[in-house]
Each structure stands twice: as structure tokens, then as C-alpha cells.
């Protein structure tokens, strides 16, 4: 059974260690490798093609949860990468070196490099000035409904002086006799049309049930591809060098979760691909519903070729099991998983 790795924040450079299904004891090693190229971490910031297993100090294990710290040899070395941020870890028990087991590495958007602690006190001064900035936009969505009253009291005036001209010239009419002897002339071809008329109409009902059942049952297979609107802290336009600091600025705002898909969606168009993988990897962690998203970027049934995600069995298999940690009965999940483990 596949672990479920996780990276934490902590500290710049540092952070918390978590690997839950550990069967094993405390006394570990472990083996990195990158989905780009399957090379495997030799130390911090290199890679290569041979194996190179690293000793991990300080751990716990209680209630097959494993945990620690673990320093900036490996956060560096995992959160400076720009391009893909999938990476696998196997543990190897040291006292019982024939038990390995692994699994994807999940990493938090807000962990930092060690680099980040000479300017940790930098950044809040920068996040405060964009908060300030935020309650200038307001004004400019509450002045233009007071543009559109002026003419609607116009149009009810005009629309109430046509109806009385009207009704003056249709009331004294006195050659209506002789036009109901016309129409019985041609009262049979009014029957045919109204037949005509009938079976247009069904086609027309028809043609709209289709229509109907077409949108909803789109609708239910793809609920990512709605349009939700974003906070300027969100706006995938705002993101120009500093892809962690635009994740952080966004998260403060406490966004919903149609908003982080939105962001996702549009960081994918982008081919921005570092804040995509980040928001998916951090907020998949304790949301159902990005979590199954997310694990459909994997799935070979459900995936479209994209420069951000390659499609992988295992990967999809572990965020499909996170999503149903955090939302059982939800069968779509519960089939997929059936279907991938077989």
C-alpha cells in the first residue's frame, strides 16, 4: 500500500515530515526521485541517475505514523524546482532493510527556502500594501447602476403613452362582419396549417428536451469548467517572477474552493505550471472535491495532454484515496479506484 507523504511547513529551509501507513521503525533511509527525467537526488540541488539512498534522523513512529523534520538539503532541493513538482519518495527501515515502501510527496505551498529567511521580514510590508490597495476597486462597481435607472423611467413613459393612442383607434370598427365571412372561405387551409403548425411545434419541444439533457449532463461531467470570478490577489495576470509569493498573497484572501479550481484552470492555460501543481498539491490535502480534480489530471480515462501533468496510475490512485478520506460516499471515487487497482 502506497504511503502518504507529507511536507509541511516549519521553518525557512526546514520543515515537517509526515509518512502515515509506516509500518516500519524510526531508524530510516530514504530515495528521491523526480518524474521529469527519473533522476534521484545526491544531495542538495543535484541530481543523477544512480540511486542514492539518504539517512533521515530524529523520527518517530506512533500509530504507523512517521514523523519529523527533515532541512533544507531536501526542501531546498524540492521546492527550487520550477518545471514538474511530482516526486516519489521510498523509505527503507534500516533495522529490516528488506521492508521498503513509498509513495508521491505531497508539499504544502507555503513551505520556504532557506534562502526566504533573510527576507521573512520583507514580505509583509509587501502583502499590506496590496491589502490597502484592494478597497479602491468598489467604488467603481457601485457607480454604474445609477447609469442605468435614467433610462428605464424614460422607456416606462413612452411605453405608457402608446397603449392609450391604440386602443382609440381600435374600438370603433365597424367592418369587422364582413371579414368573418372571408375566413370561412379559406377555413380549410387554416386547418392545415394549424396541423402544420402543431407538429412544428413538437419538433421544437423535441429539439429543446435534447438541448436540455445535453447541458445537464455536460454540466455534471465537467463542474470545473464554470466560470467563477477571482480577488485581484488571485488573478493568475498578477503572477509575474514569485510564484510562492503570489500562492501566499492568494490564500490569505481565504478563497472557496470553485475559486482555487478557477485559479488552477487558468495557471494551467497559462502553462503556469508551478502554481498549478502547488495549489493542487496544498489544498487537495483537506478538499474532497479538489482532490478527486486533481487526481483526474492523472487518470488515463479523464486526461488531455498538457505541459503541466503527465498521466500516472499511482498518482491518481493516491489522490483519488486522499478525496475519499475526506468524502466516503461518493461513488464516482469509490469506481475509479475499484477500476485503477485492478
Known amino acids: 500500500m502506497a504511503l502518504r507523504i507529507e511536507l509541511s511547513s516549519y521553518k525557512p529551509g526546514i520543515a515537517k515530515f509526515l509518512a502515515q501507513k509506516w509500518s516500519g521503525s524510526s531508524d530510516i533511509d530514504i530515495l528521491i526521485q523526480r518524474n521529469q527525467d527519473s533522476y534521484y537526488l545526491s544531495a542538495i540541488n543535484q541530481w543523477s541517475p544512480e540511486k542514492s539512498w539518504h539517512t533521515i534522523e530524529n523520527m518517530s513512529v506512533e ?18 524546482q520550477e518545471s514538474q513538482l511530482r516526486f516519489l519518495m521510498q523509505i527503507r527501515d534500516k533495522q529490516n532493510p528488506n521492508y521498503i515502501d513509498g509513495g508521491v510527496v505531497s508539499i504544502a505551498a507555503d513551505i520556504l527556502p532557506s534562502i526566504a529567511l533573510s527576507s521573512q521580514t ?12 484592494d478597497p479602491v476597486i468598489e467604488p467603481e462597481v457601485e457607480d454604474s447602476p445609477t447609469l442605468i435607472e435614467e433610462p428605464d423611467l424614460n422607456t416606462e413613459t413612452v411605453a405608457s403613452d402608446e397603449p392609450i393612442e391604440t386602443q382609440t383607434e381600435l374600438e370603433p370598427d365597424p367592418e369587422v362582419e364582413p371579414k368573418v365571412i372571408e375566413t370561412e372561405v ?22 429543446l428536451g435534447v438541448a436540455v439533457w445535453y447541458f445537464l449532463f455536460f ?15 488571485c488573478n493568475i495576470n498578477n503572477a509575474t517572477t514569485d510564484d510562492l509569493t503570489f500562492i501566499q498573497q492568494c490564500l490569505q484572501t481565504n478563497p472557496k474552493s470553485d475559486e482555487i479550481i478557477q485559479v488552477i484552470t487558468e495557471a494551467k492555460k497559462a502553462e503556469k505550471c508551478n502554481i498549478a501543481q502547488r495549489l493542487y498539491a496544498n489544498q ?3 478538499d474532497a472535491k479538489i482532490a478527486m480534480l ?11 495532454a498538457n505541459n503541466c501533468f503527465k498521466s500516472d496510475k499511482e498518482t491518481a490512485i493516491y489522490w ?7 468524502e466516503p460516499n461518493n461513488n464516482f471515487v469509490k469506481d475509479r479506484l475499484t477500476q485503477l487497482q485492478n
Open 63 to 80: 500509530n504507523e505514523q512517521l514523523t519529523g523534520h527533515v532541512g533544507e538539503w531536501l526542501v531546498d532541493s524540492l521546492v527550487t
Open 122 to 133: 520583507a514580505q509583509p510590508n509587501e502583502q499590506q500594501a496590496i491589502a490597502q490597495a
Open 186 to 207: 379559406v377555413k380549410s387551409k387554416s386547418r392545415l396549417g394549424l396541423i402544420l403548425t402543431i407538429v412544428i411545434a413538437f419538433i421544437i419541444l423535441i429539439g
Open 219 to 233: 454540466k455534471n461531467q465537467e463542474p470545473q469548467a464554470t466560470t467563477v470570478q477571482v480577488s485581484v490577489q
Open 284 to 286: 487537495a490535502q483537506t
Open 294 to 304: 486533481y487526481a483526474k489530471e492523472y487518470d488515463e480515462k479523464f486526461y488531455k
Open 320 to 326: 483519488y484515496e486522499t478525496s475519499l478520506t475526506k
